[in-house]
Structures are given as structure tokens and as C-alpha cells.
T-cell receptor, first 115, second 113 residues
């Protein structure tokens, strides 16, 4: 079974530029999560999708971050414009269904450096 | 509101020694508790989870954790450390809905040969 795929693996941009990350979850997984992991900290949940709908985006900085999962499969996370403090690893995870009893499977992450 | 606190950002143990990683939680509702491991340049992998069934939870790679409500703790243990256990370990808490997951700041485990 293929795992969660993310691309790119690394990205370096200057502040005020825009960037997009892509995630392909495990086939058949209805729930998809985006996390931000700043160096030295634990992952912070940004947004959770159930199929193509948003379950929770309360911790997503909506003035600069956006995410979509139009067909209920792949998802993209965008930052526009980027700030220095956005430097982090962005992790995507998926689970079979919604709820804490369903295991989340994580991708390898995209490491973003904003200069 | 929910949160977790991991005591000790760095823990070193000798190979073959007991591993003990500490996690305390705060939750206003019955919590679901998790331990994840992260190897360098990889995503997180679930070690074990507590979902209000047995208080002693056994996970992969010989790890286990005990839910102690009176102490609001969910410490991770392994009787004998192996070199391959060297990694970053994260404790996390959620409610049953899973709408919010809160991770601790992590504990880096070093295993000394």
C-alpha cells in the first residue's frame, strides 16, 4: 500500500513570495490533515478535510494561508505572501475516516525555508 | 481546552536500559492519547494510543504506556533500549471527535552504546 505522498520535499523562497505544497493521501482515506511543524516544536494542526469539505480550520492563518481538496483526494496548501516565521516542515496526514480512533498516516513533509 | 506537556526535551539512556519518556495532559473531556515517533527526515509514525479501554496500552517495537487519570499522565516506557530507538518522540491528545489534535514539544531520545 502506497503511503502519503508530498511534494516538493524542500523549498526555499524569499519573504513575500508565494508557495504551494501538494499532498496525495492514501487511497480511500476520507480525512486529510495539514500540520505545521516549526523547528523544536510539535506539529500544529492547521486544517482538517473530510472528503472535499473543511472540518476545522480554526488554526489556519487565513490572511495568508489557504488550502483546498477539490475532488476529495489530493490537496494543496498555499502561502501568499510568505513570512520568515513560516519557515517550517509542512506535514500532510490522512486517515480512513474522521475521529480520533482512526490512525493518522503521515507523509515525509515539505521543508520550507523563507529567507 | 486540551494540551500536553512533555518533561525533558532530551533523554539519554544506555543500550539495554529502561526508557521512560514523560507526558502529562490537560483535558476537559475524556481524552484520547497518543505517542508518535519521528525519525530524521521522515513523517510521524503511531507507536500506540489510548482510547478509554485498557489503561495499559501496548504498542509497536516493545513500547507501552499507562494512562493514569489521577496523575493526568501517559508516560511511555520500554524495558530495554535499542540503538534503533533513537528518534524524536511526541505525545498528543485529542477528544473523540478528532477535530483537534494537540502535540507536545517532543523528546529527543539518544541511545548510548
Amino acid at each position: 500500500e502506497a503511503g502519503v505522498a508530498q511534494s516538493p520535499r524542500y523549498k526555499i523562497i524569499e519573504k513575500r513570495q508565494s508557495v504551494a505544497f501538494w499532498c496525495n493521501p492514501i487511497s480511500g482515506h476520507a480525512t486529510l490533515y495539514w500540520y505545521q511543524q516549526i523547528l523544536g516544536q510539535g506539529p500544529k494542526l492547521l486544517i482538517q478535510f473530510q472528503n472535499n469539505g473543511v472540518v476545522d480550520d480554526s488554526q489556519l492563518p487565513k490572511d495568508r494561508f489557504s488550502a483546498e481538496r477539490l475532488k476529495g483526494v489530493d490537496s494543496t496548501l498555499k502561502i501568499q505572501p510568505a513570512k520568515l516565521e513560516d519557515s517550517a516542515v509542512y506535514l500532510c496526514a490522512s486517515s480512513l475516516d474522521r475521529g480520533a480512533s482512526y490512525e493518522q498516516y503521515f507523509g515525509p513533509g515539505t521543508r520550507l525555508t523563507v529567507t | 481546552a486540551q494540551s500536553v506537556t512533555q518533561l525533558g526535551s532530551h533523554v539519554s539512556v544506555s543500550e539495554g536500559a529502561l526508557v521512560l519518556l514523560r507526558c502529562n495532559y490537560s483535558s476537559s473531556v475524556p481524552p484520547y492519547l497518543f505517542w508518535y515517533v519521528q525519525y530524521p527526515n521522515q513523517g510521524l509514525q503511531l507507536l500506540l494510543k489510548y482510547t478509554s479501554a485498557a489503561t495499559l496500552v501496548k504498542g509497536i517495537n516493545g513500547f507501552e504506556a499507562e494512562f493514569k487519570k489521577s496523575e493526568t499522565s501517559f508516560h511511555l516506557t520500554k524495558p530495554s533500549a535499542h540503538m534503533s530507538d533513537a528518534a524524536e518522540y511526541f505525545c498528543a491528545v485529542s477528544d473523540v471527535s478528532g477535530n483537534q489534535f494537540y502535540f507536545g514539544t517532543g523528546t529527543s531520545l539518544t541511545v548510548i552504546p
